[in-house]
């Protein structure tokens, strides 16, 4: 179902930061693992990174390593530093059981229509 909203998209120039939210309307994400992904028009989807209900994270795409980070509260927030033009996609994230690069829209259990964020040289 489409119940989740990201936001903090936005235009960055290349080694900025960003940091985007996953919040869920009309529920709580604390009974869910949150899984990032991204998708550049033309390109497939990337997954990126998960938190499951216990805080532990699931890094899916090496090359964000060291650069991105998640974190949680209420809701799920994407810390994106040293940010390249490589970057520039749609960014959504989707809530299932577990961590997993599975948990697509359609197949998660929520998911939302993303954020862009886009990346300047």
């Known amino acids: 179902q489409l119940r989740l909203v990201e936001s903090g998209g936005g235009v960055v120039q290349s080694g900025g930061s960003l940091r985007l939210s996953c919040a869920a309307s009309?529920?709580?994400?604390?009974?869910?693992?949150i899984n990032w992904f991204r998708q550049a028009p033309g390109k497939e989807r990337e997954g990126i990174i998960c938190?499951?209900?216990?805080?532990e994270i699931v890094n899916f795409a090496d090359s964000v390593k060291g650069r991105f980070t998640i974190s949680r509260a209420n809701s799920v927030y994407l810390q994106m530093n040293d940010l390249k033009p490589d970057d520039t996609a749609n960014y959504f994230c989707?809530?299932?059981?577990?961590?997993?690069?599975?948990?697509?829209?359609?197949?998660?259990?929520?998911w939302g229509e993303g954020t862009l964020v886009t990346v300047s040289s």
């Open positions: 989707t809530a299932s059981r577990y961590c997993t690069v599975a948990a697509t829209p359609g197949i998660a259990d929520y």
């Open positions: 009309g529920f709580t994400l604390d009974s869910f693992a």
């Open positions: 938190i499951d209900v216990d805080g």
